[in-house]
Every structure is written in C-alpha cells, then in structure tokens.
C-alpha cells in the first residue's frame, strides 16, 4: 500500500529533526561511540590516557634520538601511537585470554571415575587449551598488534638514520677539537710554566747560531781597498 501524502510529509518532518550532532564537541562524541578498541585509524580516536600517553612518548622518542624538523617530529608520533597500540593489543589479548581461562576453569566437570589427581590435570589441560582464541577477533587483535610493531620499529629505524646523518654532518665543538688536538696541560698555562714547557723540549737558547762553523780570530792581516768619495 504507498504511502499517503500525508505519511510521505511526516517522514520527511521526522528526518529534519534527525540531522545528527552540529556542534564539534557531539561530533567527537559520536565519533567516540564507535570505538572498541582503538587500534585502527589515524589515531584521531584515542581514549583521553592514551592520548596523553602518546604525546608524553612523542617527546621522549624526539628527544632521545634528537629529532629535528617536522619530519622528526611526525616520525617520533608514529613510533608513539604504534608503541602504545602494541600495548592496548597485547593487553586485549590478556584480558581475553584471562576470561576464557575463568570461563573453561569455572565450567569444568571432570569425568566420572576418575580421582582429585587425575580431575586437576585435565582442568589445567583444559586451561592451557584455552590460552589460545582461534576466533575471528583474537586473530583481528593479534593482526593489528603485528602492525603496530611494524610500524613502530620502521619509525624508529628512521629516526636512527637521521640522527646518524646529522651527526655526520655536524661541525666538531670546540670540546671535540681540543680532545682530537690533545692538550698541554689541564686549565690554564702560566708564561712561567710555558717557558719551562719550551725549554724543555726546545733545549737551551743559545747565542750563536747553530750548526755553523766556530770562526777563530787571525793574526794575518789583510788590506781592505776603501774608496772616499761620491761614487761615479
């Protein structure tokens, strides 16, 4: 049966009321109202912790491999969300795991005829069997964390590489300089201590030149034309 007009109107009223949050701050609450476990995305959905937590590591992991620029900076978040999604996914398997240990522990019927002994071997057989979740979201979980480590420790091999490079090319300090030159003495060298110094290594000053002839005085004399006058 189609719908009156008068339905079709009503409807069309309904759906105007409906237009879903205006405001940014109910924008990101809808947006949060999706999110179960924060491991995929850009991370622009991040619980208020981990948010705080991945601009505290952003910081740590710029600092520590003294990235520079806004490359490094991008470069240090990345590691930082993927370091803390690596710990949201190990942590959801553990919770996971944790439940489906209580749940087969909690559910366990040992088998008739057997004794006390024998009924705590098969529930503890029964609990390790469950440590492992074959299902579709703990191999989801497992995917996402495998990603995270990936990501992270690409990030980090290129933070690696650009501190390596701008070592590299990197002037030498002055601290660097005197270390590579050597020094002659701890602080500052007195005039004393320098002469003391270059006396030491130089040998004795002498008056005469050295390695020249001793020339010895003659008792032959000699005549020396001189000419007085202007010269022509």
Do not use: C, W
């Amino acid at each position: 049966m189609p719908a009156s007009e008068a339905r079709i109107a009503a409807n069309r009223a309904n759906a105007l009321k409906s237009t879903g949050p205006k405001t940014e701050e109910g924008k990101e609450r809808s947006r949060a109202n999706a999110l179960k476990h924060g491991l995929t995305g850009a991370g622009v959905v991040l619980p208020e912790g981990d948010a705080a937590e991945v601009r505290r590591r952003t910081a740590s992991f710029a600092a520590e491999t003294n990235a520079r620029g806004e490359i490094g900076h991008v470069l240090a978040r990345n590691a930082a969300l993927n370091s803390v999604r690596m710990e949201r996914a190990a942590d959801q398997q553990t919770a996971a795991l944790s439940a489906r240990v209580r749940k087969v522990e909690a559910e366990f019927v040992a088998p008739e005829g057997v004794d006390a002994a024998e009924a705590d071997r098969l529930k503890a057989e029964a609990a390790r069997i469950a440590m492992f979740d074959p299902s579709p979201e703990a191999a989801m979980i497992r995917k996402y964390e495998a990603a995270a480590e990936r990501g992270f420790f690409r990030a980090l091999k290129e933070l690696k590489r650009m501190e390596r490079e701008a070592r590299a090319s990197a002037p030498a300090t002055i601290e660097e300089a005197e270390a590579m030159l050597g020094s002659f003495s701890d602080g500052e060298m007195s005039d004393e201590e320098f002469d003391a110094l270059y006396a030491e290594f130089a040998g004795p000053i002498s008056p005469e030149p050295r390695n020249l002839p001793r020339l010895t005085p003659s008792k032959a004399a000699f005549d020396l034309p001189i000419t007085i006058g202007r010269a022509r």
